[in-house]
């Protein structure tokens, strides 16, 4: 397969990983750890992410950064004057977008009115609240710190300063009927998001859940019937679903997520943070340490990198169908070249076993993903690898 030969970069995001939280949850496979004593390092982890950001200058000089996107752990834990010094600095330090889109996470449980107003007053202008049920004995389950009492509370603050936000809703609970799973849908639809998030419950590796499966978790075959209630739900009433499990009013796709399936760029700051930056002729993926002791004392010595490495020419098509192919839409042709350096013909092949198994449809110059392939994407991708 030839050199990566890139006559343009692909669009840029930043991401920024504060990896604190109340509580781990047993599903959360994500680098997250508990407070102890509900002491967080706020002022030493912001000084630590602006001197990481720093870090990436060279990386990317003269480019501009369309999105941002606070996550973790639990951003809401830190106070508004931290956002903000994070973002004030951020701005003196990168080239942003007039019309940047920065998100940050939130959790129902950790919400203060304050805060949310202080992160709007700090140049947020996208909240996602992890929700996740509607439901008091779920929330239980899922080992969430917050009630529905509570989730109502925070969903009002948040509208309140907010007039785009994102409800997470997670689906395929123990014990759950698709009534139960409809209604998490229907409640969630009520406070009238710009966006809805929509997982199905899986059990990820090294977590609580993989120890100690709950009893009770609906079977593949109720977990579709699950999936198309909520896509019916949610369509009649005005959401559409872009992606595998996003949907969203008309014009409020989430910019920072739509950069990742589309194999844009971004960088990655924070304790374990993951980036993925092109260049003219190669591509790295980089990856910070994932610890925040360790992250926080190696960043003064510049030794915060605990990977990088440059993905093989031949790893890109699986690469980039990875993300592409979760698009509802699918992608123009034209797409692969652009962001992979690769000419389309080598993949064509691939393309058409796809097709003949009824994953794909090939459209003039669109690759999109049937309702098979939609349902059965890991099945798909495995014609990449």
Known sequence: MPNINLTQLPPLSLYIHIPWCVKKCPYCDFNSHATKNNEIPEEQYIDALIRDAESTLPLIWGRQIQT?????????????????????????????????????????????????????????????????????????????????HETDLAIKKVKDCFDNFNLDIIYGLPNQSIEDAVYDIQRAIDYQPTHISAYNLTIEPNTEF??????????????????????ETLENNGYERYETSAYCKKGFNARHNLNYWEFGDYLGIGAGAHGKISFHDRIIRQMRHKHPAKYMESILTGQHIQTSNEIATKDLPFEFMMNALR????????????????????????????????????????????????????????TFL
């Open 327 to 382: 698009l509802t839409g699918g992608f123009k042709t034209t797409l692969f070249t652009e962001t992979t350096g690769q000419a389309f013909s080598q993949i064509i092949p691939q393309l058409l076993q796809a097709q003949q198994t009824g994953y794909i449809l090939l459209d003039g110059n669109s690759v999109i993903p049937t309702t098979k392939g939609k349902d059965f994407l890991n099945n798909l991708l495995e």
């Open 210 to 231: 993989a120890k100690r499966t709950p009893k009770g978790i609906p079977d593949d075959d109720i977990c579709f019937q699950m999936q198309d209630e909520i896509i």
């Open 68 to 148: 941002i996107f606070i996550g973790g752990g639990t951003p809401s834990l830190f106070s508004g004057k931290a956002i903000d010094r994070l973002i004030t600095n951020l701005r003196m330090l990168y080239n942003l977008s007039p019309y940047t889109e920065i998100t940050m996470e939130a959790n129902p449980g950790t919400v203060e009115q304050q805060y949310i107003a202080e992160y709007r007053d700090a140049g947020v202008n996208r909240i996602s609240l992890g929700v996740q049920s509607f439901n008091d004995v779920q929330l239980k389950n899922l080992g969430r710190i917050h009630n529905s």
